[in-house]
């Protein structure tokens, strides 16, 4: 399985910051098992990186590799939704069958 290459966009050590990491920790151990690198970005410290991202909102997760590049807006909360957005949904599937 390819190495995923994770970003975080967030902005200050809020509550709501610190859920999206969280959720993505969770998922990340769950599905992917270290085959992913994150980082995580605090748009207040580093703007210019946000800016070239096109990050209008945060918390903002990009999936920049495996291509396709991949934006999912919010707290991570909704599994579903990030499985699909990291293209793990059939991966998912697959395990409940």
């Known amino acids: ?36 690198d994150v980082d995580v970005i605090d748009v207040l410290e580093h703007p210019a990186l946000a800016e070239n991202e096109k990050i209008l909102a945060t918390p903002t997760l990009v999936k920049r590799l495996p291509e396709p590049v991949r934006k999912i807006i919010g707290d991570l909360s909704d599994r579903e939704k990030v499985l699909l957005g990291l293209d793990l949904e059939l991966l998912e599937k697959g395990k409940r069958a």
């Open 1 to 36: 399985m390819t190495k995923f290459k994770l970003r975080l966009y967030i902005t200050g050590r809020t509550t709501h910051s610190q859920r999206a990491i969280d959720n993505l920790r969770a998922i990340c151990d769950a599905e992917l098992q270290g085959l992913y």
